[in-house]
DNA sequence: ACCAAAATGCACTAGTGTTGCAGCGATAAT
DNA sequence: ATTATCGCTGCAACACTAGTGCATTTTGGT
């Protein structure tokens, strides 16, 4: 039994070959992934696959979505304690306007919201946009 | 020479029928609004024209677009010293989950958020959701 | 081996966003 | 006033993402 398919039977999750193969691939990147991404990769799979299996991920709480803004969903990983599992995604997420990629900061917390009296804040989504430290340096 | 055309004028925007009856319509909305809520609401005019009226008005700080995380773009007219002009809209936005309105919540300007070193902050899209005032009171 | 349930592949649909181009109207120069 | 110019409008078409229905294959359990 591989390592991949251990880590998604803790998840509940059927370890089929190609559920086994975006799993690893996702977990290569060191960004978040869009399903585009993912179907040029994998240009031999169906893309309704592919889109069905990572819809899977993200309900059983494997990877989390990401509005960067883009217009395109893009997916990582979620981390232990990264709070997807209960509906919050509580870390902050960069998207550089120069690479266009988008990254977690896991260890950014969103700091505390204040919202008017009579709102009820039940999940906060935060972006900061700019120019990240690869395209910096260069 | 009415109101609107006074407006748009300070703008550097030609005031044309077309673009005079949108402004109205936004400016009336206690909400941000969505492309297809105006194509619907001037169901004569054309898709093309009331797409390239926004985008004008976008160019030109009239409005600000709102990315509140349901995939389609939604617009809210600009406040005095709303930072959209200089490419920074810093009050957040509120997202109800369950009348699925999105709101700017004008005075409540984003917090100071700290990234990791090498990287630039440029801009800040911070959306809260949850239950609005309105539909909580039900 | 067999069965039921789940996963896959294919075809097709819907919605948003966007562009090219031709016609029309307002504006400005002659 | 006539004409040339420019910007706005309307129509058609396209790109892309997201999503669904259904038939077929694969999988895991008995
Ligand atoms: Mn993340
Ligand atoms: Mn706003
Ligand atoms: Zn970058
Ligand atoms: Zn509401």
Chains 1, 2 share one sequence.
């Not at 059983?60 to 990264?82: R, S």
């Not at 709070?83 to 260890?107: K, Y």
């Amino acid at each position: 039994m591989s390592e991949i398919e251990q880590q998604l039977a803790e998840f509940n999750i059927r370890p089929t070959a190609m559920r086994m193969l975006v799993y690893q691939f996702i977990e290569q990147q060191q960004k978040a992934v869009s399903l585009s991404v993912i179907e040029d990769y994998f240009d031999k799979a169906d893309r309704t696959t592919l889109y069905r299996t990572i819809k899977t991920f993200e309900e059983k709480a494997v990877v989390h979505q990401i509005d960067d803004g883009t217009g395109v969903a893009k997916y990582a990983l979620c981390e232990p304690g990264c709070g997807c599992d209960i509906g919050l995604d509580l870390h902050l997420h960069f998207h550089c306007t120069h690479c266009n990629d988008t990254t977690c900061l896991t260890d950014h917390k969103i700091p505390k919201i204040k919202v008017p009296a009579g709102y009820i804040a039940e999940n906060i989504n935060l972006v900061v946009k700019g120019i990240c430290d690869l395209c910096n340096r260069t």
